[in-house]
């Protein structure tokens, strides 16, 4: 193992912007990554800072000819004026090691994630707060030329998105039309799988998953 001042430092930081107008909907897409890693021969640590935002603003709007006569009126029980925000802050850290035939990845992800969906013609607000801890382990035994085990066990978020949560019916066409569900919550999968391989040509495994509120 080196010492302090053989150790290296990385540090990178990228910063993306998307900006979308389409349809009478306002998305942007924003996100700053931040990753600091400190190496040598046999031990690794990588650290890490996340924010992500979306940002959308629909204006649906829906016109009826009640009388015929090429006289839309607005109807307002169809039309609406949504906005929706969400943000998500995230921090991690990897640890790495190698103890003789046995190799390690340690991972945790920490995540807060604040979201508000408002209509205020309508009366209608929205708010979500959670924070989660997602665990990403592996173990790397390599026992000979022949063998090798591994064993993976994870956790992961699926987040319901804007069409999911949006309350408005939006029509496709004359007969057919699509509604969120604003109650939705996030559905969460637990992993454990162990797997073998045989001089890194020939692998089997088996897995165990377990999924909590499933989003359908």
Known sequence: CKDDKEKTREFNSIFD????IEDGVLLCNCSNLTIITIPNSVTSIETGLKMSNTAIKNNYLIERDSMGKAIFVTDIDLSNNY???EMTYAAYVNYKKVIGKLSMNLGLRFENTYLKGEN???NLKLKRNYFNVFPNFTFDYHESELHDFQLNLSRRINRPDFEDLSPFQIFIDQYTYQQGNPFLLPDYSNKAELSYGYK???YA???YSYMERIIM
């Open 17 to 20: 912007n998307d900006l979308v």
């Open 83 to 85: 906005t929706y925000d």
């Open 120 to 122: 205020t013609s309508k």
């Open 200 to 202: 890194q040509a020939l």
């Open 205 to 207: 495994s088996i897995a």
